[in-house]
């Protein structure tokens, strides 16, 4: 008789995806299929790159995905959970036993903002780079930029442009830097001046026009393009599909990243809530929780109870240009500590990292079960979701 196999499909390419994808292939009776709307893999920490003029933000997923699973270039527009069935955008429907929910993150809902959603420009996807890239293309170099958000995203965009010759203003909204140290953002905030970006730390943008965008107190400032980068959010897939989601709509579940609607469903993520406590959007959250949720398909096949989610955090890598960053240390619980690396060192640390993110895929790729993470930050009575 044949061996009765397993069919897992994964709804999401990015890095925790990706990361699952190859790790299920620890088990030779799986067949696994990665459904992504985009022939490519998208380093999303190197968008700001691709539309300042100054790297890609692609890989050929040849490159990181293991021998024998199924990429379909589609999107997934409903989870029939009753029949175990993933209903495509192109028409096609895929069966699955095990489903993996990872799709990720997207740009904020900006319709709050009059003007936003039809004049900013987000910068949380691929196509989104793309036409920020090409609308600063047509525009002198000396236009005036403004970007809206100084999180992580938000300083990263603005030096780039910035290092480019670029006249940016960054509008923080109250805040410079929230997920960094008190000694963090007063030396974020020396750099940004030694790069030529204008900050308006208390500043918020009450609406975005063509030419100008007008602050909170009625100021308009001159804007010929305004970048958004304050905020996430989810692809409406779960809420859409009749699954319990948190308020922004990413898939809840409970420790072990099982859907508390349906455990032949585990999300793993940007898109995951374990017990209501989403981490960090990042893919220093991803990549593990890409191996953890592969990890409880895995012991559910074997017959054993899945592990709940264990992992930790580091800190937050910055990089302020080419040559410029600021290394953040954190307790585990990603609560930052007074103690960071700036300059041309941090620089070289904040690219090795990005590098080894790709690094950590294809090595899964090769061997299966090799990726491991740093453990014992999360407490489910006590943690809560960390600043952007």
């Known amino acids: 008789m044949s061996q009765q196999r397993t069919h897992v499909v994964v709804i999401g390419g990015g890095y925790a995806g990706t990361l699952a994808a190859n790790r299920l292939r620890g088990r030779t009776d799986i067949d696994i299929t990665l459904v992504n709307p985009r022939p490519d893999f998208v380093q999303r920490i190197r968008l700001h790159q691709l539309a300042a003029g100054t790297g890609t933000a692609v890989a050929d997923y040849d490159s990181l ?29 895929l069966v699955y036993d095990y489903l993996v929910y990872a799709v990720g993150s997207t740009a904020a809902d900006l319709a709050a903002v009059p003007g936003a959603t039809e004049l900013a420009y987000p910068i949380a996807e691929l196509e989104q780079a793309e036409r920020l890239r090409a609308a600063l293309g047509r525009l002198p ?41 008190a000694a963090g953002r007063r030396s974020v905030a020396k750099r940004l001046a030694r790069h030529h970006v204008e900050v308006l730390v208390t500043a918020s943008v009450a609406e975005v026009r063509s030419d100008s965008v007008v602050l909170a107190d009625g100021t308009g400032l001159p804007s010929a393009v305004t970048i958004w980068t304050a905020g996430f959010g989810v692809p409406a897939l779960a809420r859409a599909s009749g699954l319990d989601t948190d308020e922004l709509g990413r898939l809840r579940t409970d420790e072990t990243l099982t859907s508390v609607d349906d455990d032949r469903v585990v999300a793993a993520g940007d898109a995951a809530a374990p017990s209501g406590q989403p981490l960090r959007m990042s893919c220093q959250a991803a990549n593990p929780l890409g191996a953890q949720a592969a990890d409880t398909v895995l012991a559910r096949l074997a017959g054993a109870p899945p592990d709940s989610i264990d992992q930790a955090f580091v800190g937050s890598c910055v990089s302020l240009g080419r ?30 990292v990005c590098r080894s993110t790709l690094w950590q895929l294809r090595r899964e790729a090769a061997r299966p079960g090799s990726f491991f993470w ?15």
């Open 141 to 181: 170099v000396d236009a005036p930029v403004t970007v809206v958000g100084a999180g992580l995203t938000g300083l990263e965009t603005a030096v780039e442009l910035a290092d480019r010759g670029r006249a940016v203003r960054l509008v923080c909204g109250g805040t410079l830097a929230p997920a960094l140290s």
């Open 374 to 388: 740093l453990k014992g930050g999360r407490d489910t009575h006590t943690a809560a979701p960390s600043p952007r």
């Open 65 to 93: 995905l293991g021998d024998g699973i199924a990429l379909v270039v589609d999107t997934a527009t409903r989870i029939d959970t009753a029949a175990r069935t993933v209903h495509l955008a192109a028409g096609d429907t």
């Open 323 to 352: 040559g410029d960053a600021i290394i953040q240390t954190a307790r585990r619980d990603d609560t930052p500590v007074n103690l960071f690396v700036g300059g041309r060192v941090a620089a070289g640390i904040k690219e090795a």
